[in-house]
């Protein structure tokens, strides 16, 4: 999925300025890296916010036009009002397509609600990981990464080396020697006890 941030550069810094841009419907941000001067922006912010509620948007190289100008860019961080649906401030970084990246993508667990372990045992399946960190070339960071839980039982665990990676993507904890869980499916506790007492004699 592709994705283009509309910015202007903005020419007025400052705590007043930026509050000043928010309640115009804009937001501040800035865009840096790639051994070029930080720049300072300001975008729609309901464009932005619309953006922002698709998951692909935060794990993806987006494409920043400013004033016309376009580039590759990874979004770092948005800060958000506590309790309003408003965005604050976002950061992007500037993408050298020639250097590998570090980017957190989420994972999407298939299957599993036919899992033996649920579907036949009444587990409940628990998602312990839900993002994974991966390494890999701008051009080919996945949007998401895929395990099947179809073969998982009670009390049984997927763990990190079970995810599909695409050609070119490795996930740093792997590269460290780490192979956390990321999905395990749990018993129901206290079926046992729950379930009725056989009769006895003479009852």
Do not use: W
Request: proline residues 5%; contains cysteine; glycine residues 10%.
């Amino acid at each position: 999925m592709k994705f283009e941030v509309i910015a202007s550069k903005r020419g007025v810094q400052g705590t007043g300025a930026s509050r000043r841009l928010r309640h115009g419907g804009k937001v501040p941000g800035i865009v840096y890296g790639a051994g070029k001067d930080a720049v300072a922006l300001e975008m729609d912010h309901n464009d932005l916010l619309l953006q922002l509620r698709k998951e692909a948007f935060h794990s993806s190289v987006l494409t920043l036009n400013v004033d016309g100008e376009k580039e590759p860019v990874l979004l770092r961080d948005v800060q958000a009002h506590p309790f309003k649906r408003q965005v604050l401030h976002v950061d992007f970084l500037r993408v050298d397509k020639t250097h590998k990246i570090h980017m957190k993508v989420p994972l999407h667990f298939l299957n599993g609600d036919n899992a033996p372990g649920v579907k036949l045992h009444g587990g409940v399946l628990s998602h312990v990981i839900t993002e994974v960190e991966v390494v890999c070339l701008a051009d080919k960071l996945p949007e998401y990464l895929e395990i099947d839980l179809s073969a998982l039982d009670v009390g049984h665990s997927a763990h990190l080396s079970h995810v599909k990676l695409p050609a070119g993507v490795e996930c740093t904890a792997l590269l460290r020697g780490e192979d956390p869980t990321v999905a395990t499916i749990l018993g129901v506790r206290g079926e046992a006890e729950a379930a009725p007492a056989a009769p006895t004699e003479g009852a």
